[in-house]
């Protein structure tokens, strides 16, 4: 019989039998920061400009830098904020410099005990109020008396869950400081947020814009080749395999970050499969994974309720009915909540729904008038049988539930 460890010899021999493809995998990371950032060489210069009074004492101008995910916005604002660091210890200048991702911090409580933490504060994790935080951090950044610089980075989503209090508060702070003064750098992903605030606070913290626009095919692919060089071994990545690379992101609102998660993919097929080449197939390959891996994660995390008009869907089309209205994906998810012992929802939440599960990709839902009869949805799975059964391989219910045949199609004359 062969041990499990001599399976592992095997795999880990062919391994290392096999062609080196990756000379540095963690450039390749999304919080990897490159030293040359192609093609932002006018926000990198801007954004210096806006900040370098600090260097000389004076509070620099707030600043509003917005674009679409993947247009370099994170890694300009830390590569230029890590120079500023660097040259105000040569010139003895007193900046503090603090980085809050918003979306990961998630609380207003939670950001103003970061911007804390960067000044040497303790702030216990819970249990003041946000008024008293904030009340706190005003306090020791006027006795350190410094130059601070806070970026709140994904501050769309901020602004969104919690409201811009926080912001009103940090816009008009500085009203406040004897000693000491701050400015702010907000970047948000969302180009529309700016209709989100309240009109004070965007004409306060907008002192200065840089919009990133998306990258176009030729800039991401030379963005592509810089990274290659710390990544890859010579010659590993094909011509082939860069042009479409760079296509396929360009053709995704130019998300840089598409571009490399792409490249990283594609080297991990190539290194599996042995072959020394990331060629297109590789590629386009990994670009299905990607949308594999990314509907697998939908589907297992959508709730009870919405798996279970999935699975009536997934019958519907099983019976040979290929598009449902809302009425008979209704019909049948009834017909499921009862055979699990589930009380229903009401039919307009269930048509609330179909119309969640329509935006993440899943189902596709179109209005149709029915004339006199008002209006309903014509639905159709966005999706293959087998991706459902995947995602639902280990949730006993779903898995069974497949398999069902409904009464209610049984007498469904096809459409
Ligand atoms: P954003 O914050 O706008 O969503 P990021 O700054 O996180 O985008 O960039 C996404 C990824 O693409 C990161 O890994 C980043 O290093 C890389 N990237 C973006 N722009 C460039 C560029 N001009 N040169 C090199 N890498 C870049
Ligand atoms: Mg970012």
Redesign the pocket.
């Known amino acids: 019989m062969v041990s499990d460890n001599d399976l592992l010899e095997e795999v880990f021999n062919n391994f290392l039998k096999g062609p080196k493809i990756f000379k540095n995998r963690a450039a390749l990371?999304?919080?990897?920061?490159?030293q040359?950032?192609?093609?932002?060489e006018e926000q990198i210069v801007r954004i210096g400009r806006i900040l370098a009074p600090v260097l000389r004492g004076f509070r620099g101008s707030n600043l509003f830098i917005y674009?679409?995910?993947?247009?370099?916005?994170?890694?300009?604002v830390k590569h230029v904020l890590e120079y500023l660091l660097r040259k105000s210890r040569e010139v003895n200048s007193s900046i503090a410099i603090s980085y809050v991702n918003c979306r990961i911090s998630g609380t207003n409580y939670r950001i103003l005990a970061d911007l804390g933490g960067d000044l040497g504060m303790n702030i216990p994790f819970t249990g003041l109020a946000t008024s008293e935080v904030y009340s706190r951090f005003k306090t020791s950044l006027d006795l350190q008396g410094v130059l601070m610089i806070v970026v709140l980075?994904e501050i769309d989503t901020l602004v969104k869950n919690h409201g811009d209090s926080i912001l009103y508060e940090l816009t008009r702070i500085n009203e406040l400081l004897k000693h000491a003064r701050l400015s702010i750098v907000g970047?948000s992903?969302d180009i529309m947020f700016k209709e989100f605030l309240d009109p004070r606070v965007l004409s306060s913290l907008s002192e200065e814009e840089v919009v990133?626009r998306p990258?176009m095919a030729p800039?991401l692919k030379d963005?592509l080749l810089?990274?290659t060089k710390i990544t890859f071994y010579d010659d590993v990545l094909t011509e082939g395999a860069l042009n479409i690379c760079s296509a396929l992101a360009a053709a995704e609102h130019g998300?840089?970050?598409r571009?490399?998660t792409l490249l990283r993919v594609a080297g991990e097929l190539a290194e599996r499969e042995g072959t020394p080449k990331i060629i297109e197939d590789h590629i386009r390959q990994a670009q299905k994974k990607i949308e594999h891996d990314r509907v697998n994660m939908i589907l297992r995390t959508l709730t009870p309720h919405s798996r279970l008009v999935l699975c009536g869907m997934y019958l519907i089309r099983k019976a040979k009915i290929t598009t449902a209205i809302t009425g008979d994906v209704y019909e049948v998810y009834t017909e499921l909540c009862g055979e699990i012992g589930f009380e229903p929802l009401t039919q307009r939440r269930v048509s609330s729904l179909i119309s969640e599960l329509d935006i993440m990709g899943v189902l596709n839902a179109r209005l149709v008038s029915l004339g006199r009869y008002g209006r309903t949805k014509k639905i159709r799975l966005g999706l293959t049988n087998s991706t459902i059964i995947e995602a639902y391989s280990d949730d006993p219910w779903i898995k069974n539930l497949l398999k069902f045949k409904p009464k209610c199609l049984l007498s469904k004359v096809k459409r």
């Open positions: 990371r999304p919080d990897y920061i490159p040359y950032l192609p093609h932002r674009g679409k995910t993947g247009t370099g916005k994170t890694a300009v980075d970047i992903n990133f990258y800039e963005i810089e990274r998300d840089a970050r571009a490399l």
